[in-house]
């Protein structure tokens, strides 16, 4: 269970698969294409009609929720929804 949220925590469901470079000194193409296709979808049954909440500390460009999101919504009936600390632009 999440402090903040009190919603139910899943750490398993997505995976990153394949590593990649640092996003720290690269443009906002770059990024997207340095997370794209790298997560993969673990447990999909128990995520089907689900609202999930995608969480990141930092969004700088939003390349990484973008692509976690782009695999997720691969899951029938899934409903996504962000939530951040922190965006820089």
Request: glycine residues 6%; contains cysteine.
């Amino acid at each position: 269970m999440g402090k903040i949220t009190a919603m139910a925590l899943n750490l398993t469901s997505i995976k990153k698969e394949l590593k990649t470079a640092s996003q720290t000194k690269k443009g906002r193409f770059e990024r997207f294409e340095n997370v794209t296709n790298t997560f993969t979808l673990v447990h999909t049954d128990q995520l089907k009609g689900k609202h999930i909440q995608l969480v990141d500390d930092v969004v700088t460009t939003g390349s990484t929720l973008e692509a976690c999101a782009n695999t997720l919504r691969k899951i029938e009936g899934v409903k996504l929804s962000l939530l951040t600390i922190s965006a820089t632009y």
